[in-house]
């Protein structure tokens, strides 16, 4: 299968494969009191600061979910951009396990703002309403799009000021930080930032994730939830050493600048072909692309990728770190072809 469809599709890095074999080796103790996972701990403080306090899990849903649920009751509203991870990709999953209720807020490119949430804050302290406590952000969003960190700041000085908490959906934050040029640091902790969703997965990791507190006040009973929801590895090495290993020599850094360098590149080469537009500016590495639909069906035919919109006939492609400039070229002249063809 060639797909552009996911940085999902691609396969774990090398680097991170290997520090999983290396941890196979002898008995160590088990659900996180290893020293692998220990190690790792210390080491995500050297990105995010010695307060912060990192739980491992495996997949991004388990994140965000027992994440938010651990700093909600069950009559608290959630507030997030309508196009939000959380809201669309979760199967309910915040609803049916945290018992969360979602306030998905309109927005053009998946960002909330303050001014756009002002509006979905009427009835605090109203009993028959759900209580808001959560600004959920996706980072980079759904649409490909980034947050400045001053929009961050912003938003976080927002939420503070009314007694909310920010958590920041990071299934990408690598490539956001790619991006913007700035560390995890400079993204979350600096911006007083409540809890984080980071993601190794998507960027070079096989199902390595983590739900990390930045505000001491927090979460306390994380652990105890993280065992509820089925997600206390018992082998959790497994886990963290993939994390240990992202981390290191800034792999995860280099792997998110070649999936967003390979996105301009297909998205500046793409462009100068007649009948393809691309939408909007390509900030990280997703791509959103007007293509005839006919195209598209000679396309899907090799390649794996998502029609976004089939009333408009946007589709969606994206790349990862294992996308080579080679493979970026020949989807080029393949589109090119498919375009000639239906001509």
Partial sequence: MRSFASDNNSGAHQAVMEAIVR??????????????????????????????????????????????????????SVICAAQAHIN????????????????????????????????????????????????????????????????????????????????LDGARIANACAALDCSFFDMTTALDVDLISFGGTK??????????????????????????AMQLVSKMRFVSAQLESYLADDLWLKNARQANAMAKRLADKAEAIDRVTIKGTVDCNAIFAHIPPEAAEILLEKYYFYIWDEHDHTVRWMTSWATTEEMVDEFVEDIKKAIETIS
Wanted: aromatic fraction near 8%; glycine fraction near 10%.
């Fill in 23 to 76: 941890a196979n080796a002898g008995h160590v103790k088990s659900y996180g009191d290893d020293e692998i996972s220990i190690h790792t701990d210390e080491i995500f403080k050297q990105f995010f600061g010695s307060q912060a306090r990192i739980h491992y899990v495996t997949t991004g849903t388990a994140a965000n979910v027992l994440g938010i649920r651990s700093v909600t009751h069950t009559y608290n």
């Fill in 88 to 167: 669309n990709d979760e199967c309910g999953a915040p609803e049916a396990f945290g018992g969360i209720k979602l306030v998905p807020i309109p927005s053009k490119d998946g960002k909330l703002t303050p001014g756009a949430i002002v509006p979905y804050l009427g009835h605090i302290g109203f009993v028959h309403a759900s209580q808001p406590k959560v600004i959920s952000i996706t980072q980079p969003t759904e649409l490909g799009k980034l947050y400045s960190l001053k929009e961050i700041e912003d938003i976080v000085e927002f939420a503070h000021d009314r007694d909310l908490l920010v958590h």
């Fill in 203 to 228: 960027n070079g990791c096989l199902m390595g994730e983590a739900v990390i507190f930045l505000n001491p006040d927090i979460g306390e009973g994380f652990p105890y939830l993280r065992k509820q």
